[in-house]
Nanobody, 124 residues
Framework: QLRLVESGGGLVQPGGSLRLSCAAPGSTLNSNGIGWFRQAPGKEREGVLC????????MYATAVKDRFTASRDNAKNIVYLQMNSLKLDDTGLYYC?????????????????WGQGTQVTVSS
């Protein structure tokens, strides 16, 4: 059964960068669309972006446009979320998830498998 594991979260100052990783130990992500979501304290979970199996990226959170991007290393079976120019409002628990198919979606209900999340805290 596919299991997703996020890593790379941490504490960073405003303006800093982090790169999150999404891996699937014992499985392959190469044929899966992978979405990144986040949930800030007291707020609902929101979609950040999604990357298809071919690397096409759909941005869902306008607040991260031009600051966040995704990539995938199929040789390492890892999908990345690169976050630059981080702001206080980027603080939250970040999740990766897969639709179980090659496509992407902006609806969290379309994603079948979720990781446990990695905490990102932006603070001075």
């Amino acid at each position: 059964q596919l299991r997703l594991v996020e890593s790379g979260g941490g504490l960073v100052q405003p303006g800093g960068s982090l790169r999150l990783s999404c891996a699937a130990p014992g499985s392959t992500l190469n044929s899966n669309g992978i979405g990144w979501f986040r949930q800030a304290p007291g707020k609902e979970r929101e979609g950040v972006l999604c990357i298809t199996h071919t690397g096409h990226i759909s941005m869902y959170a306008t607040a991260v446009k031009d600051r966040f991007t995704a990539s995938r290393d199929n040789a390492k079976n890892i999908v990345y979320l690169q976050m630059n120019s981080l702001k206080l409002d980027d603080t939250g628990l970040y999740y990766c998830a897969t639709t179980g198919d090659t496509y992407c979606s902006g609806r969290s209900s379309d994603f079948r498998t979720w990781g446990q999340g990695t905490q990102v805290t932006v603070s001075s």
